[in-house]
């Protein structure tokens, strides 16, 4: 994928077919959303299984609702706003998948006779088991978000690189780093510079000229931040992704 960044940020290069499908469907084309949801159920499924830490098959609901989250990117992408369509999808199911599974834990933990319980067994009160599902979920996330530091440590490492080095090396002005992200994710969503930079641990800097408008100066001075970025853009870590994802901009 080339991102539709190539045509409004660097102002070269075509947008990819998912973010075509996607505006066209906005359009109210009904075949570029069949197509949609046709071509990319393994994206779902594969995104609602990384939430899950399971295999996702058409007869999960799961399924169905990362399908519908899905739907909803479809109608809610703005390509202005909006990375990549796909990251914009994977954003809306994950955060789907994760509201029906907060759901469902409540459902279970909670039955509906609590508060009738509540006097009789000592069950806390119903906001103070809502508290504390919400205080297990946070401490669950700070765990997983520990883990995958750890986790982007180890990836940073085999470039010569630490997780402290992307605050140190990312670029002071706001223009500046925002062209840095946009070539990040031109790395990540372009196959052959993904594995040009795994093989090499190296930016693929003369192909990358070619397409920007930006210098290779200007490549070559931010290389270790637009390489880490790349890294995390290209990695699992989602927990990560979503918390630095502000912080990358």
Do not use: W
Request: net charge negative; aromatic share 10%.
């Amino acid at each position: 994928m080339l991102l539709s960044v190539l045509t409004g940020y660097f102002g070269r290069g075509n947008k990819n077919n998912a973010e075509n499908l996607a505006l066209q469907a906005q359009n109210g084309d009904t075949d570029a959303m069949e197509d949609l949801l046709l071509s990319y159920s393994p994206f779902m499924k594969k995104t609602a299984g990384q939430v899950c830490k399971r295999f996702i098959d058409d007869h999960d609901e799961e399924f169905s609702i990362a399908m519908s989250a899905f739907h909803e990117a479809v109608n809610g992408f703005n390509e202005e706003q909006n990375a990549s369509f796909l990251t914009f999808a994977h954003m809306v199911i994950r955060r789907r998948i994760i509201d029906f599974i907060r759901k469902e834990s409540r459902r279970n933990e909670f039955p509906h006779d609590f508060h009738g319980l509540a006097e009789e067994d000592g069950y806390r009160s119903g906001i103070d088991a809502s508290a504390s599902v919400k205080y297990y979920s946070e401490q669950q996330n700070a765990a997983a978000r520990k883990e995958e530091i750890a986790e982007y440590e180890r990836i940073l490492s085999d470039y010569g690189m630490t997780f402290q080095d992307l605050v140190k090396v990312s670029p002071s002005h706001e223009d500046a780093r925002s062209t840095a992200v946009q070539i990040a994710q031109l790395v990540a969503e372009t196959e052959e510079y993904c594995q040009f930079l795994q093989n090499k641990k190296k930016l693929p800097v003369k192909e990358i000229e070619q397409l920007v408008e930006v210098s290779r100066k200007t490549i070559e001075r931010n290389r270790k931040y637009i390489i880490a970025v790349a890294l995390l853009m290209m990695s699992d870590l989602h927990h990560l992704k979503e918390y630095l994802k502000e912080r990358l901009r």
